[in-house]
């Protein structure tokens, strides 16, 4: 997926899954796993070890046998999204990384009415696509997403938003599927929405630890002038990307607003750290939340100076940063079979 070049060796450490395993994983899904699969290809921060599985299901019923199967092998599972707000470690992830962005893609349009329309989306089908999908057809209340990297199952999980909306503001219901096999359509009276976080009524089973996988999404939209929608579409492009740093490795925003008081971004510039560097790992220069691989970071000098940037910013502030980065895997070398 990114091309950075890898300098790390622990990204090159293979892992094991014993035999068995490994015959039950190619007989479920064929040509759809790779074993050993470095991570840094499958996130847009470029950086990470091996995946011992990556798992690519095409519908739900491959999917549902192999949260069963991993269940009852005791083997832990990940699901990812686009990649875009995940930080895997140097040393990789244990168990089967599961993609839902090959094959759980689309967008059905279900009340074309005059009216409010909804509109549902798979969980693999990426954010932009679902934002412009919205704007071509007339739709408001996405906009607040433009520039928000990921897939639509991430962006619900992680309650994706800024400081003009979120997910929780047009989400109407999605559908969830549990490890049990249950698949299960949930309303958003069901759902807690908390700044980046969604978690469902039983507090023991959140989709923050990935429990529970989301299928799709369902999101009710307003009918608005298409010209009028467009002219805003472009204002907020345009301020995006005079903020944002553009063609660049990174995770977007790194880490989550304060919930009060000035942005993560504008307390790191005051801190005066952009442009700072940990080996291929850079403060953007221009806005102060996104960190950069320049090309050969580690995950290890990204959570390096993700480290400087919260010692930094709660001394001169009394701020204590938080990542909105999922952040996944061994830190080190060694290997466990699972
Ligand atoms: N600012 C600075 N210096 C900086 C960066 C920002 O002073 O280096 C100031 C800006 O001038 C502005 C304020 O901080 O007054 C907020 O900055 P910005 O408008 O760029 O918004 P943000 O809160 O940093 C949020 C989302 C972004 C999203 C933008 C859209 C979070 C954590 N981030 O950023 O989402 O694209 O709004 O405006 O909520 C992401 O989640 O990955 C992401 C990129």
Redesign the pocket.
């Known amino acids: 997926m990114m091309s950075a070049a890898v300098a790390c060796d622990g990204q090159k450490v293979a892992t094991g899954l014993n035999a068995e395993k490994k015959d039950w994983l190619v007989s479920l899904l064929g040509p759809r796993v790779q074993f050993d699969v470095p991570m840094w290809r499958h996130t847009t921060l470029a950086v990470g070890g091996p995946a011992d599985v990556l798992a690519m299901p095409a519908d739900i019923k491959v999917l549902t046998m192999l949260l069963s199967g991993a269940r009852q092998r005791a083997i832990p599972w990940l699901i990812v999204g686009g990649g875009s707000n995940l930080l895997v470690r140097d040393g990789g992830i244990r168990g089967i990384v599961i993609a839902l962005t090959p094959y759980f893609k689309g967008i059905t349009t279900i009340d074309p009415g005059p009216g409010d329309v909804r509109v549902t989306a798979k969980a693999g089908t990426r954010l932009k696509t679902l934002c412009r999908y919205a704007i071509e057809q007339g739709l408001a209340g996405m906009t607040f997403a433009l ?3 990921g897939s639509v199952g991430g962006a619900i999980a992680m309650n ?4 003009d909306g979120c997910i929780g503001d047009v989400l109407e219901t999605i559908t969830v599927l549990w490890p049990t096999g249950r698949l299960q359509r949930l309303s958003r009276t069901d759902l807690d929405f908390g700044y980046r976080r969604l978690s469902l009524p039983t507090p023991e089973i959140t989709i923050g630890q990935h429990q529970g996988v989301i299928i799709d999404g369902t999101f009710t939209f307003s009918q608005t002038d298409p010209r009028q929608l467009r002219v805003s579409v472009e204002k907020i492009q345009a301020e ?1 990307k005079q ?2 740093p553009g063609g660049v490795s990174s995770a ?2 790194f ?3 304060p919930s009060s008081g ?5 307390l ?2 005051k801190a005066g750290l ?1 442009g700072k560097r940990v080996g291929g790992a850079e403060i953007s220069s221009r ?3 996104f960190i950069i691989n320049r090309g050969n970071a580690c995950a290890a000098d990204i959570l390096a100076l993700a480290e400087i940037i919260e010692t930094r910013v709660a001394a001169k502030f009394g701020v204590q940063l938080e990542p ?1 980065v999922i952040i996944a895997g061994e830190s080190n070398h060694a290997s466990k079979s699972v």
């Open positions: 520039g928000i990297p994706a938003g800024t400081a995006r903020r944002q977007g925003c880490f989550k607003n000035p942005s993560a971004g504008e790191i510039d952009k806005h102060g939340n909105e």
